[in-house]
């Protein structure tokens, strides 16, 4: 039986579905839409023609095309819009693409095809971007236990623009890798901002005072807050449900001078996990003796192992890093923290929960009770935390944790605030890490530097060309969302504490007379590391002023 023969049996059955009942017995959907579109005249592309199209979703938007299963393409060469079909007897949708667009050129695809060229097009876009034009369907936001689910689909059938807005923004800040996203108000609406690799950009803007208190008003629906408490600080969590993974959301909320300011700041575990899977400190960045000591004071049976820095320096992931590497299977590890950022294998590992009282001074003295050889404290905030830690340290445990403080010789004017004294601390410390992160000059667009144009960059660095010949600047390209850099790697200064630093902190010595001793026993500070990172080509001298001082 002919093609022909087939769809006139189909329709004289009363099939209402002709071209899915042919798609049910053909061998394959490509040689279906060949095979109809030879008889219908209809032209037809394959995904590779497709790949090389551009699509304008601000003819037809992104949910649109999901919904009505039809796309409009970027043809320059035809008067009347090309619109791409998967199905050629759905009279209705014809209709209502000739309604909307007058003349249309009919391009048949295949469903396979189009499937796999939306979700192309759903990794090259941002949500406002497929979003450009408003749908003309209604419904509910997506729910996924509890957690709301994100994706361009549903984003594009949600019913209010607050909801549209909030869930646009946090789908496109998962999309790009960033760590925190930022509304900030002003007189006339609000800007949003993503932390890319360390760094606020600006992504968007938005001119509406209604909308900015809708969309702080939506954010703090979603994580549980008082939406009617508009003059003192609030802080909450959310979970989102992005491609099948579970992303955590911090949320903290501030009154300002023009409303409210809203920082979310994302957690994805699963990412985190996949990421960190396998990892080392050679990965994360460290040079090779750097790295050596830090496992060296790992595998150490007892004592106090630091690693200090601002929010966000990665202290964190390094202890991970270092524990993973060094882990025996003879070993009781027990982990504190908030929040547990991803898991471990073979490690007990316990989230502080404060509204259940469980802190981390109370977790930690719980802990000492199940035997553990190997403790990792996510931070010490109080001097009650800090006093179990040294202790913990001083009574055979190998204690990891981390701490605010600026350099490493800071940490110990850090501890004596916290009521611990010079002599303690110098007894149970085995050593401390003070970390940054620099940003990598991205490899598209780096820029070697010339000898002229050290002199005239804004940064305090003395250098000579000579002596740093692989100096590069950025310069920005698409790679890197012209920002010049992509991805960042670790730095850290690592001070040993040996018999002789141990008695001169324990004597109260000035900080110069246990720095030059320090670099005796082989220190070199951030600064120094930082501009040796630059002399490589690993990174620029603008980013060694941004970070080290």
Not at 37 to 64: H, K, N, V
Not at 256 to 271: F, K, M, N, P, T
Request: hydrophobic share 45%; charged share 25%; glycine share 8%.
């Amino acid at each position: 039986m002919t093609l022909t023969q087939r769809i006139a049996a189909l329709r004289e059955q009363g099939e209402a579905d002709v071209f899915g009942a042919l798609l049910r017995a053909a061998p394959d959907a490509q040689s279906l839409a060949d095979e109809v579109g030879a008889l219908l005249s209809l032209p037809t592309l394959r995904i590779q023609d497709l790949l090389d199209m551009r699509p304008r979703f601000e003819s037809l938007s992104f949910p649109e095309c999901a919904r009505r299963r039809c796309a409009v393409l970027d043809d320059p060469a035809l008067a009347q819009v090309r619109l791409l079909i998967t199905d050629p007897f759905d009279t209705d949708t014809l209709a209502w693409a000739r309604t909307r667009f007058g003349r249309i050129e009919a391009t048949l695809v295949s469903t396979v095809t189009f499937d796999a060229w939306l979700t192309h097009c759903e990794g090259q876009l941002t949500a406002l971007d497929a979003l450009a034009v408003a749908p003309d369907a209604r419904g509910e936001p997506g729910q996924a236990g509890g957690a709301e689910v994100l994706s361009l689909r549903q984003i594009g059938v949600d019913d209010s623009p607050s909801v549209r807005f909030v869930n646009s923004t946090l789908y496109d800040a998962l999309k790009s890798g960033a760590s925190d996203v930022h509304l900030e108000s002003d007189p006339s609406g609000l800007t949003v901002k993503f932390r890319l690799d360390g760094v606020l950009t600006a992504v968007s803007r938005i001119d509406s005072m209604e909308l900015l208190s809708q969309a702080i008003s939506r954010i703090k629906v979603m994580a549980q807050l008082d939406i009617a408490e508009r003059r003192v600080p609030q802080d909450g969590r959310l979970q989102i449900a992005v491609n099948g993974r579970m992303v955590d959301v911090r949320v903290s909320i501030m009154p300002s001078i023009h409303g409210e300011d809203a920082v979310l700041r994302i957690l994805d575990r699963q990412y985190l996990a996949q990421t960190l899977a396998g990892l080392t400190l050679d990965k994360l960045g460290f040079d090779e003796v750097s790295a050596d000591r830090i496992r060296a004071l790992c595998r150490k049976p007892h004592g106090l192992v630091l690693a200090t820095g601002p929010t966000g320096s990665g202290k964190t992931t390094t202890l991970y890093a270092a524990i993973a590497e060094t882990h025996q299977t003879r070993d009781k590890i027990i982990t504190i923290e908030d929040p547990v950022e991803y898991q471990l294998s073979g490690v007990l590992q316990i989230p502080v929960n404060e509204r259940k009282g469980l802190t981390f001074a109370r977790g930690l003295r719980s802990i000492l009770r199940h035997d553990p050889d190997k403790i990792l404290v996510g931070e010490i905030r109080d001097a009650e935390t800090a006093q179990i830690a040294v202790q913990s340290a001083l009574t055979g445990h190998l204690v990891f944790t981390t701490v605010h403080a600026n350099t490493v010789f800071d940490v110990v004017g850090r501890f004596e605030q916290f009521g611990i004294d010079a002599y303690t601390f110098a007894s149970a410390i085995n050593g401390v890490l003070a970390q940054r992160l620099l940003r990598r000059l991205c490899l598209h667009c780096r820029t070697p530097l010339q000898p002229e144009q050290v002199q005239a960059l804004q940064c305090s660095v003395d250098v000579s060309f000579e002596r740093a010949p692989q100096l590069a600047r950025a310069v920005g390209c698409e790679q890197c969302r012209g920002t010049g850099y992509a991805g960042r790697f670790a730095l850290g200064e690592l001070l040993v504490l040996t018999p002789g630093l141990k008695a001169l902190i324990g004597a109260r010595a000035p900080q110069a007379q246990i720095q030059a001793e320090a670099e005796r026993n082989g220190w070199r500070s951030l600064r120094a590391l930082a501009l040796q990172a630059a002399w490589d080509g690993h990174t620029s001298l603008e980013e060694v002023d941004r970070v080290a001082d």
